[in-house]
């Protein structure tokens, strides 16, 4: 790089984070070679239609992956770590979106943060669309702790519903200096559209940190390769200390 950035600079850092991060905490993934969804069917757990179908199959399926949380308890990895450190010393706003559904992200003290796809330690009742912290299993008789008809389904985002919070996702998107990609396969839309969103603006310097590139690496200005709990550490130290040319 010809340049170091000015220390003294600022501007809005937008990091979009998926599975690969918390794979190396030891957490189940879904597309990776031998991931979840090569063992079970999308559209027999993952969809409204499979819920409406066979719901217990369904609550089984969340209540597996639930368990693999609060039992297990899987910690944060050094790549969530440095980004919650980005988030204290950066001194402009740091907006963390993540496809993945664990806890990690709030663990390892992320504050700014949007889950796109749910959360698996919570529950939403089907009628009041009220939304519960949730330990426990769920079943298709789950009833709505406020007292409404609905039952509790989980609160995760299935296909063919619209992720959470997109209003607020690309106003960050169009604002942005820097947009991180970590972790992801850069196949899932809408978050796969996010670099072209952060590319149209022609403001926004795009970095992908990732295992290995992706399906839509070609769109990065940037991309480093390696484990994300060596690779994120790194490149936000290097962005704290003023090291990039952005």
């Excluded at 600022?10 to 984070?17: C, G, M, R, Y």
């Excluded at 969530?80 to 740091?94: I, K, Y």
């Excluded at 070609?218 to 936000?236: N, W």
Aim: hydrophobic residues 35%; negative net charge.
């Amino acid at each position: 790089m010809s340049e170091a950035r000015d220390p003294n600079s600022t501007f809005p850092i937008v990091v979009l984070t998926g599975a690969g991060i918390s794979k190396e905490s030891g957490l189940d993934t879904f597309r990776d070679k031998g991931g979840i969804w090569e063992q079970v069917s999308i559209e027999e757990v993952a969809t409204p239609e499979a819920f409406q179908a066979n719901p217990e199959r369904v609550q089984q399926f969340y209540n597996d992956r639930r368990r693999q949380l609060t039992q297990d308890r899987p910690e944060p990895n050094p790549g969530h770590e440095a980004l919650a450190r980005l988030e204290r010393e950066w001194p402009g706003e740091v907006l963390v979106v993540t496809q993945n559904i664990d806890d990690l992200h709030e663990r390892a003290g992320q504050q700014n943060l949007i889950h796109m796809h749910g959360e698996l330690r919570k529950a939403r009742c089907t009628d009041c669309e009220s939304v519960v912290a949730w330990e426990n299993d769920l079943s298709a008789a789950s009833p709505c702790p406020h007292g409404d008809t609905g039952t509790l389904r989980p609160h995760i985002v299935w296909f063919g519903e619209m992720p959470f919070e997109m209003e607020r996702i690309f106003d960050a998107l169009q604002r942005c200096g820097l947009f991180m990609s970590i972790g992801t396969s850069g196949s899932v839309y809408p978050a796969a559209g996010f670099v072209q969103e952060v590319r149209r603006g022609g403001q926004g310097h795009t970095v992908e940190l990732n295992l290995e590139p992706s399906d839509g690496s070609m769109f990065f200005h940037e991309t480093r390769s390696g484990p994300a709990s060596e690779v994120v550490p790194a490149f936000v130290d290097d962005l704290l200390a003023g090291r990039l040319d952005i």
